[in-house]
């Protein structure tokens, strides 16, 4: 029974910092685990270095992880953590810059020597010299308590040195009233085969646990209750974790196999492996040697019949262009997913960025539209996913899902679909001949479309009479045939580009939020920046402000509704983790006066300064 | 068990209605017609029959089979189709593609293909340039090639493609040429019913930018001197009346040898089933290029796990253990519920 009193919270946004190697993720993933579980709204940005172990103790090396528990709806992982728990020197030197005067830094008092302290780039030790005098400090010692705790079960020092973070994790899960069952069986399952590393572990945990009872240190704890949520079935869940599911739900939806195949790139690897894993639904995974093997044996599959699927990054995509025209030639259904990073060339391979929308638009030769679906938050890749493959395979075109790695790595509480209201994609294959030749002969021609939707027939190899060629060469209009006829190849681009334009008459219009209805200002986004601005008109509108809110789920085509919606307001304002290029489209299409507020820093925007571009707006109206 | 009959076709049947658009005289229409000619024999059904292919003058073979086709991009042929044929094991999925095609954009895509062993029929036309560029050298030139993009020579070494197959540890590896219909078509044969990838290497003439390439070898004259006709389980004999031969040197290399001078148990006899590849490498390298006695025939023909096979069996191993359930999917990593 805690004998220390309890004070209610509704949100609470704690970091968790430290060396590459120090198992920050995971001790967050499991913070983050126990307030799921708890019934916390949550969200969570995973912040880790390009480097697998970076140098031990330097600023390049740390390894962070956030999460914002609440007890309402919340849409970011919060601008500011309230809680800052720094493993190192360079786990608190790095964090510091966000760090907002007043919050609480529980430091691992053990790891302040000298030695670190230069490491980190510390001239003198902040605990001591004043740096943090406007902030509540918790120095712990965890690195000999954990070593002490571990003592008993025979586990040498060092070893037990390696447990701390556990420590870490139960002295926050103390402090914030988590329940603690889940971790130790989590512990249990992970580590069962290593029992001296779980009896670590274990032992870990719970001094961190008593520690905060115990230690005369915390006056209070903290809870932050439950979140209402809608009755059903919730997990939580990453971006890359509810794409791929989403991709097997399109699988099982069409009756298509799928096919992946895909070159290892942050951020989109996960998604590689999650596919692997499900082989029960026909999943077939294929790991190439590039990315343009990747998207070529997906083209291969596709014409086989296959659901065909390449994930990649940025990089991956600039290889893919190649391929990426041959199916916009050969109109086969085809699913290229990219899991955007900070660019150009390497870039910045474990941040998040925006900056691909224009390549996956425009990163082609030739006259070579296709269409692209966003995904705007972790759980809703699920969605997205299942309709760039309904696209794929009702238009017989590649689609581009684009997501990101602040998407793609980040997590929430998803609440979980009734499977049997998802709506079934017919593959629609071709059966028999659909032309008849004027000597009266059967003939099957590859590229006589649907009249609504301008699709042509697919005819995967293996039915007799349907025998056919497709390339890359410019085709005649109906038979399929290689033509160099330059009208026929007129008619072919303004053909492709109709049917990629007609997809807005398929999907939903773009839905405005506009609280009061009288809104001069309409701020639109795309991809993972609906939590944020999300966050920045709930700030805006607390304080009386009138703004409006849309977000697209499809890049191209456009809603068709959007230009109507642009020109209803007298301002629009374009929130982009790039240089402003949806921004560019849409000045480009509608001619609206569409200003870009744009942030390249490897993060989300946070809400603040949503708000203040936001206030900025509406002071010039 | 029940035997479906596959209808008696002729080449007819297998040509489709497209005008074939190669140069006249180019080796191109003398290997399309063996094709053309040999799949009645194969056993095999048109619709379940895939010709792909990239680009080059080569890879415009599928346009003219009456089958299933994709002509694709430079180089990734071999790509595309391990793509179909690990998705559709009941396809017989041919490849074609220049040297040009199969070895320099693509040679990635090759030798993975290679080393992977999927069930591909892999035919490499070799004219030793560019043609459909119009006469740039290629990766199969030999040094010094004058060509419009090598006024001063070129400074590339070639590759040895039968070498380079090998080297990929390519379970099935072959060479013909394009002046002999009878042996394209047992070469043929035999990599269509390999299991596994088959990669054969087709001598071609390209009599607009690099006429009579081969016809030191190839031309019915020259054929009994300078082609060496490996045949299984045989002493590797060539030359009128089989007067020369191959033999091993101590150290274990290969020369070429007069019968007469070292008698018939000296002449090594052809495995094209060894498991280690150095023999039939060593075999390859006789020749570095067509001005010197050259082995065709089949190099190496072994049995190696099929991918796609392997790939399915995983699959179908995975369903039978587990039944598809997204909803359980869904939730297979710890859920709660909220009433
Ligand atoms: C990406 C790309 N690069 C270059 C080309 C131009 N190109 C077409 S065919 C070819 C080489 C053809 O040589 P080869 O493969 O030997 O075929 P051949 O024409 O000799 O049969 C080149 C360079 C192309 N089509 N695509
Ligand atoms: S350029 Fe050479 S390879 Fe090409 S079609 Fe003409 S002769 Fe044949
Ligand atoms: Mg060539």
Redesign the interface.
């Known amino acids: 029974m805690t004998s220390k009193h309890v004070e209610q919270l509704d949100r609470v946004v704690i970091r968790f910092a430290g060396d590459s190697g120090d198992g920050m993720q995971l001790t967050g993933d499991r913070f983050t685990a126990e307030s799921a579980t708890l019934g916390n709204d949550l969200a969570t940005f995973p912040d880790y270095p390009a480097e697998i172990r970076a140098p031990a103790g330097t600023i390049a090396g740390v390894s962070a992880f956030q999460v914002a528990i609440s007890d309402h709806e919340i849409s970011t992982p919060g601008d500011t953590p309230n809680v800052l728990v720094a493993m190192n020197p360079a786990g608190l030197k790095a964090n510091m810059a966000v760090m907002e005067r007043g919050s609480t830094l529980i430091v691992n008092v053990d790891a302040f020597d000298d030695r670190a302290l230069a490491k980190a780039g510390y001239a003198s030790n902040p605990l001591t010299d004043g740096a943090l005098n406007h902030f509540t400090v918790y120095e712990v010692p965890m690195t000999s308590i954990t070593q002490e705790a571990c003592k008993e079960a025979g586990v040498k020092p060092r070893d037990a040195e390696r447990s701390k973070n556990f420590f870490a994790l139960g002295l926050v899960s103390w402090l914030y009233t988590r329940p603690t069952e889940s971790t130790l069986a989590w512990i249990h399952a992970k580590f069962g085969g290593k029992p001296q590393v779980e009896d670590a572990n274990t032992r870990a945990f719970r001094a961190g646990y008593d520690f905060g009872e115990t230690a005369e240190l915390f006056d209070a704890r903290y809870e932050v209750r439950p979140s209402t949520f809608e009755a059903g079935d919730y997990v939580n869940v990453s971006g890359n974790t509810a794409l791929s599911w989403g991709l097997i739900a399109a699988g099982q939806l069409s009756g298509l196999e799928i096919f992946l195949g895909s070159y290892p790139i942050t951020p989109a690897s996960d998604i590689l492996h999650e596919l692997s894993k499900r082989k029960e639904f026909g999943v077939r995974t294929f790991q190439a040697e590039d990315e343009i093997a990747g998207i070529g044996t997906a083209i291969g599959a596709a014409y086989g019949g296959s659901l065909g699927v390449t994930t990649t990054s940025g990089p991956g995509l600039a290889l893919k262009g190649e391929a990426l025209g041959l199916a916009v030639s050969l109109e086969l259904p085809l699913v290229v997913v990219d899991i955007q990073r900070g660019g150009p060339s390497t870039g910045l391979p474990t941040k998040t960025e925006q900056a691909d929308l224009l390549q996956a638009m425009y990163g082609r030769h030739g006259e070579a539209p296709l269409p692209i679906v966003a995904a705007q938050s972790p759980s809703d890749c699920f969605d997205a996913a299942i309709e760039a493959s309904r696209i794929a395979i009702k238009y017989r075109t590649p689609v581009i899902l684009l997501s990101d790695g602040y998407l793609g790595n980040g997590t929430e509480p998803w609440r979980l679909p009734d499977i049997s209201t998802l709506a079934p994609i017919e593959p629609n294959f071709a059966t028999e001949p659909n032309h008849t030749k004027d000597d009266g002969t059967q003939v099957f021609w590859p590229y006589l479309r649907d009249e609504e939707t301008l699709a042509r027939p697919w005819a995967p190899p293996g039915l007799a009479g349907l025998e056919h060629r497709i390339g890359g060469l410019e085709k005649a209009d109906g038979s399929g045939n290689v033509s160099y006829d330059l009208a026929n190849h007129e008619k072919m681009v303004h053909l492709r580009a109709a049917k990629i334009a007609g997809i807005a008459k398929d999907i939903a219009p773009l839905e405005v939020d506009d609280e009061t209805g009288d809104a001069e200002l309409l701020v639109i986004g795309w991809g993972s920046t609906y939590g944020s601005i999300a966050a920045g008109v709930q700030r805006t509108r607390a304080r009386g402000g009138k703004v409006a809110q849309a977000h697209l789920r499809h890049v191209n085509p456009f809603p068709a509704n959007l230009g109507e919606v642009l020109h209803r307001y007298k301002a629009v304002l374009v929130p982009e983790m790039n240089m402003g290029q949806l921004s560019k489209m849409i000045r480009a299409e509608y001619l609206v006066d569409a200003k870009a507020f744009t942030k390249v820093q490897g993060s989300p925007f946070r809400a603040v300064e949503m708000e203040a571009a936001i206030a900025e707006m509406l002071g010039a109206l | 068990m029940t035997t479906v009959e596959i209808p008696l076709t002729t080449r007819k049947d297998w040509s ?1 209605d ?1 005008e074939v658009k190669w140069c006249p005289g180019c080796g191109d229409y003398s290997i399309l017609a063996a094709v053309q000619m040999l799949m009645p024999d194969l056993g095999v ?6 010709f ?1 292919s990239g ?1 080059g003058c080569a890879a415009r073979f ?2 003219y ?9 430079h180089g ?1 042929a071999a ?10 094991p ?2 017989d999925v041919w490849v074609v593609g220049g040297d040009g095609d199969s070895l320099s954009i693509g040679g ?2 090759l030798i ?1 293909a290679l080393r992977r062993n999927v069930n591909l029929h892999i035919l490499m036309f070799n004219n030793q340039i560019y043609g459909l560029t119009k006469g740039q050298y290629s990766p199969t030139s030999e040094e010094g090639k004058i060509t419009k993009s090598t006024p001063f020579g070129s400074l590339d070494h070639p590759f040895n493609p039968v070498s380079l197959a090998i080297g990929a540890e390519a379970t099935f590896v072959a060479r013909t040429h394009d002046m002999d219909r009878a042996h394209m078509q047992e070469t043929f044969r035999r990599a269509h019913a390999h299991k596994g990838t088959s990669f054969v290497e087709v001598y071609q003439n390209c009599n607009v930018f690099n006429d009579a390439a081969f016809e030191g070898i190839t031309a019915k004259d020259n054929r009994a001197e300078m082609l060496i006709d490996l045949k299984h389980g045989e002493p590797i004999l060539f030359g009128v009346d089989g007067h020369r031969g191959v033999s091993q040197r101590a150290d274990g290399s290969l020369e070429i040898v007069e019968v007469a001078e070292v008698g018939l148990d000296a002449i090594l006899r052809h495995d094209e089933h060894r498991e280690d590849p150095a023999l039939a490498f060593a075999i390859s390298r006789l020749s570095s290029g067509p001005t010197m006695p050259t082995p065709v025939g089949v190099f190496r023909d072994v049995q190696r796990q099929e991918y796609g096979e392997a ?1 399915t069996t ?2 179908e ?3 039978a ?4 359930d ?2 359980k ?3 297979s ?7």
């Open positions: 489709s497209q059904r048109r619709e379940n029959t895939v792909v680009i599928p346009y089979m009456n089958t299933y086709g994709m002509h694709s991009i990734r790509a595309i189709a391990t793509g179909l044929a690990t998705t559709r009941d396809l990635n895509h993975h790939m995983q699959v191993h995975a369903k253990q587990k039944a598809p997204l909803a999917l869904l939730r990593s710890g859920f709660w519920t909220v009433d």
